[in-house]
């Protein structure tokens, strides 16, 4: 596989069902993820006077490496970071109510209050980087197109590429 030593440019995609990462040369989806698979943060440029500085979104993931899981983070350069995280704090505090409005029997049966409700809309609540499996989203093979940085279970970083820089 070819080893990515520069950052990438990407489109950022989002809408109610998720993040999508896209190369826009290429036409192609890299990375999805819906919003319950991923956790992010936004940070404000460096430094705030220089116009070559900008706000960033950092996206974490986790996904199956060599039959371990680890987190990925991949870190956006946007002048539009913090519309992009406006957009997906809106989405998520969405699907934080939606599943405040149901609850579960001791069956595991979905119901509410409100019969006029559909319960097909029903998300579950919000969870960070948790999962125990692979996601269920594109990770495919395209997330060697991305300029990343991996971090096992305990949180050091066990590889990074393009402009990543972290001291130990």
Request: charged content about 20%; proline content about 3%; aromatic content about 8%.
């Given at each position: 596989s070819l080893v990515i030593n520069e950052d990438t440019e990407v489109l950022i995609a989002i809408n109610s069902a998720g993040l999508y990462v896209l190369d826009p040369i290429g036409v192609v989806v890299l990375l999805g993820l819906k919003f319950e698979e991923l956790s992010w943060d936004y940070a404000k440029p460096s430094q705030e006077n220089n116009e070559d500085?900008?706000?960033c979104l950092f996206i974490q993931f986790c996904v199956i490496e060599n039959g371990r899981r680890v987190s990925k983070i991949l870190q956006v350069f946007s002048r539009q970071a913090v519309q992009m995280d406006a957009l997906i704090s809106?989405?998520?505090?969405?699907?934080?109510?939606r599943a405040a409005m149901?609850?579960?029997?001791?069956?595991?049966?979905?119901?509410?209050?409100?019969?006029?409700?559909?319960?097909?809309?029903?998300?579950?609540?919000?969870?960070?980087?948790?999962?125990?499996?692979?996601?269920?989203?594109?990770?495919?093979?395209?997330?060697?197109r991305l300029t990343l940085a991996?971090?096992?279970?305990?949180?050091?970083?066990?590889?990074?590429m393009g402009s990543w820089s972290f001291s130990n």
């Amino acid at each position: 596989s070819l080893v990515i030593n520069e950052d990438t440019e990407v489109l950022i995609a989002i809408n109610s069902a998720g993040l999508y990462v896209l190369d826009p040369i290429g036409v192609v989806v890299l990375l999805g993820l819906k919003f319950e698979e991923l956790s992010w943060d936004y940070a404000k440029p460096s430094q705030e006077n220089n116009e070559d500085c900008l706000p960033c979104l950092f996206i974490q993931f986790c996904v199956i490496e060599n039959g371990r899981r680890v987190s990925k983070i991949l870190q956006v350069f946007s002048r539009q970071a913090v519309q992009m995280d406006a957009l997906i704090s809106g989405f998520v505090e969405d699907i934080k109510q939606r599943a405040a409005m149901y609850s579960e029997d001791s069956d595991g049966n979905i119901f509410t209050e409100n019969s006029n409700a559909e319960t097909d809309d029903c998300l579950v609540p919000l969870t960070t980087v948790s999962r125990r499996g692979i996601p269920e989203s594109c990770l495919s093979n395209k997330l060697n197109r991305l300029t990343l940085a991996t971090f096992d279970d305990e949180g050091h970083c066990i590889g990074h590429m393009g402009s990543w820089s972290f001291s130990n």
